[in-house]
């Protein structure tokens, strides 16, 4: 009777010792997100949204810098880290947080668009480099530059003292 008792009790503390070891409790919770084609993802990976993904400065004039800050938000569950961030030409400089953005932390990305000598239309990408789950993002910026008026510089010819009546 004795060896039938020490068997229960041996099983159960076996028993106890496996649940134990299967409940992980550093397991995070996912976060859900939608594919391109609609589909539900789960992921622990970071997750970048942004308010917007493209902004439309309208007309510019030819001449100053125009900015505009793209916010976004991790909603993932891992930090994330933005390991670069570039512009599709010279004329766009991009500004962005080379310090991890934690989970739940909202951040922002600075984009400058410099005008001068830049007259017409414009549609300028943004491509993002992180460990999110979708690796790589790109957002845009676009308008119009409207060449600048020139105020005239040449000199103002007085009239001569000697042609009056």
Same mark, same amino acid.
């Given at each position: *009777?004795?060896?039938?008792?020490?068997?229960?009790?041996?099983?159960?503390?076996?028993?106890?010792?496996? &649940?134990?070891?299967?409940?992980?409790?550093?397991?995070?919770?996912?976060?859900?997100?939608?594919?391109?084609?609609?589909?539900?993802?789960?992921?622990?990976?970071?997750? *970048?949204? +942004?308010?917007?993904?493209?902004?439309? &400065?309208?007309?510019?004039?030819?001449?100053?810098?125009?900015?505009?800050? &793209?916010? +976004?938000?991790?909603?993932?569950?891992?930090?994330?880290?933005?390991?670069?961030?570039?512009?599709?030409?010279?004329?766009?400089?991009?500004?962005?947080?080379?310090?991890?953005? *934690?989970?739940?932390?909202?951040?922002?990305?600075?984009?400058?668009?410099?005008?001068?000598?830049?007259?017409?239309? +414009?549609? /300028?990408? #943004?491509? #993002?480099?992180?460990?999110?789950?979708?690796?790589?993002?790109?957002? +845009? #910026?676009?308008?119009?530059?409207?060449?600048?008026? /020139?105020?005239?510089?040449?000199?103002? /010819?007085?009239?001569?003292?000697?042609?009056? /009546?």
């Amino acid at each position: *009777m004795k060896k039938i008792l020490l068997a229960v009790v041996l099983l159960m503390a076996v028993s106890a010792t496996s &649940f134990a070891q299967g409940v992980d409790k550093t397991t995070k919770e996912a976060t859900y997100i939608m594919d391109d084609e609609g589909n539900l993802i789960e992921t622990t990976s970071p997750v *970048m949204e +942004f308010d917007i993904e493209s902004h439309d &400065f309208g007309n510019l004039e030819e001449g100053p810098k125009a900015e505009h800050i &793209f916010a +976004f938000k991790n909603i993932g569950k891992e930090p994330l880290i933005l390991s670069n961030v570039k512009a599709s030409c010279g004329c766009t400089t991009p500004e962005w947080p080379k310090e991890p953005i *934690m989970p739940g932390e909202e951040s922002e990305i600075k984009v400058v668009y410099n005008t001068k000598n830049r007259v017409g239309p +414009f549609t /300028k990408s #943004i491509t #993002i480099t992180s460990n999110a789950y979708t690796p790589t993002k790109r957002i +845009f #910026i676009k308008g119009k530059v409207d060449k600048a008026v /020139k105020e005239s510089t040449s000199p103002v /010819k007085k009239p001569s003292i000697v042609n009056q /009546k």
